[in-house]
């Protein structure tokens, strides 16, 4: 019997839910072969730079392996990685909610997303990666105590709620970021998605910014990732497709008047993606 193609998604996080107005989860999804040509050149990059890993976090801010490094190094470093990226075959996702809104949901709607917005997102990018992607996923997260556990437990009721998802999710994994570059890439996209999606609050350093009209220069689609209020919640997420009319997202009458939640978000592909968040901060990675 032929071995099955399964393409690997990796996602990370960026910003906590305790201590920030947005939320985002971001990553990339690819067939082996084209995520490995991808870790393999990031690798490569790292190796000419003498350093193990990168964070987006420590090098915007100049800060751990960066901490010696001026602007311009830095610099050169984040777009020679941004467009490796943008090249490569792999599909982008991301999906941002901000705080305000989740925390403008009632207690038993928050308490059936765990009451960490960082669920529902992570939901909303498998989920649209597995639209996207007719055949066999596997799942890579960030470890962390803080949420691999409960990233399970979703994992589970996303392949309990249907037949599909059961076939298609053959399984999730973690990986220490430091060492897994699939992981770093998922961390460019997840820090730029909310760098973007806050930037009515704080403008974004102009490196980032420039990655963002990077990402944002190729083909995306958005839609909606909706729960039904007091509904089962985590698990149970539906993804629509919609369409940007002078930038504000069209749905269907049905996601307009079913009492649900909507989270939107975007992506970004010239190969075709969607990715979800919130409505009132759709991330553009």
């Not at 072969?33 to 420590?58: F, H, P, V, Y």
């Not at 990077?214 to 689609?221: E, M, P």
């Amino acid at each position: 019997m032929p071995l099955l193609p399964v393409a690997i998604a990796c996602f990370d996080e960026s910003g906590k839910f305790k201590n920030t107005d947005v939320v985002a989860v971001g990553g990339c999804v690819g067939m082996p072969d084209g995520l490995r040509a991808l870790t393999i050149k990031w690798s490569d990059r790292l190796g000419e730079e003498n350093i193990q890993c990168t964070s987006m976090k420590d090098a915007v801010h100049l800060k751990g392996c960066f901490r010696d490094w001026d602007e311009g190094r830095r610099n050169t470093l984040l777009r020679d990685f941004a467009q490796m990226i943008f090249d490569s075959s792999t599909i982008r996702l991301s999906a941002s909610i901000p705080t305000e809104r989740f925390n403008s949901f009632s207690q038993i709607d928050r308490e059936s997303l765990k009451n960490d917005s960082h669920y529902a997102s992570l939901e909303g990018c498998i989920r649209g990666a597995l639209q996207k992607y007719s055949g066999y996923m596997q799942v890579i997260c960030d470890l962390s105590v803080d949420y691999s556990e409960e990233c399970v437990r979703l994992f589970h009721a996303i392949r309990e709620s249907n037949p599909d998802m059961k076939s298609r999710c053959l399984g999730i994994g973690f990986q220490d970021d430091e060492a897994y570059p699939g992981l770093q890439i998922a961390d460019m996209i997840a820090y730029c998605a909310r760098a973007d999606a806050t930037r009515g609050t704080i403008t974004p350093k102009p490196i980032v910014d420039e990655i963002i009209k990077l990402f944002a220069s190729q083909d995306r689609q958005e839609g909606l990732a909706l729960y039904r209020t007091e509904g089962k919640g985590l698990g149970t997420a539906e993804i629509e497709l919609g369409e940007i009319k002078n930038g504000v997202l069209s749905t269907s009458e049905r996601a307009n008047k079913r009492r649900i939640w909507r989270i939107q978000g975007a992506t970004q592909s010239h190969r075709g993606c969607s990715t979800f968040g919130d409505r009132q901060a759709r991330s553009g990675v």
